[in-house]
T-cell receptor, first 116, second 111 residues
């Protein structure tokens, strides 16, 4: 079974340019997460979707970041305009809601963004 | 002060050593405690999770949670070079909620 797919894997842009990241979760997973991981740090949640609905976007810098998950499957995270401080790895994760004690979040390989 | 504190290391041990990794936290509402392993240029992968307090063992790995001290640990027995990675602790208040990660500890196991 394919894992979480993300593209592109690497992106280099100049500041003030727009950039978009794409994520395809594991088939059937209803919950999708976007995390940002700065160098030498743990991931931090940006936004969480349950199906099409964004249920936690409190950490998303809404002045420049936007996300969508049309049809409750794949998702796009956009930054416009990018700033130097946005350089990081953007991780997508997905999970399936079950009756188990814990529903594991499966992470993709991430998109490494460098803003020059 | 961060909600979850983790010594970033780096930690270097010889093959076969016992490794101890630790995290402390401040939010008593955390109920789920996880350890993730992250290889270079890869996403984190779940190693173990514990719900509430107690110990959990899986092969060479043992996770411990002490909620009274707000302290969690991961022990790796008979460490192998393939264990070389960054280990991240993570916690959440509820099922499916956002994970709060520690900084990660970089581990190197030398042959």
């Amino acid at each position: 079974e394919a894992g979480v797919v993300q593209s592109p894997r690497y992106k280099i842009i100049e500041k003030k340019q727009p950039v978009a990241f794409w994520c395809n979760p594991i088939s059937g997973h209803n919950t999708l997460y976007w995390y940002r991981q700065n160098l030498g740090q743990g991931p931090e949640l940006l936004i969480r979707y349950e199906n099409e609905e964004a249920v936690d976007d409190s950490q998303l810098p809404k002045d420049r970041f936007s996300a969508e998950r049309l049809k409750g499957v794949d998702s796009t995270l956009k930054i416009q305009p990018a700033e130097l401080g946005d350089s990081a790895v953007y991780l997508c994760a997905s999970s399936l809601e079950t009756s188990a004690i814990y529903n594991e979040q499966f992470f993709g390989p991430g998109t490494r963004l460098t803003v020059l | 002060q961060k909600e979850v504190e983790q010594d970033p290391g780096p930690l270097s041990v010889p093959e076969g050593a016992i490794v101890s990794l630790n995290c402390t936290y401040s939010n008593s509402a955390f109920q789920y405690f996880m350890w993730y392993r992250q290889y270079s240029r890869k996403g984190p992968e779940l190693l173990m999770y514990t719900y509430s307090s107690g110990n959990k063992e899986d092969g060479r790995f043992t996770a411990q949670v002490d909620k009274s001290s707000k302290y969690i640990s991961l022990f790796i027995r008979d460490s192998q070079p393939s264990d070389s990675a960054t280990y991240l602790c993570a916690m959440s208040r509820n099922q499916g909620g956002k994970l709060i990660f520690g900084q990660g500890t970089e581990l190197s196991v030398k042959p």
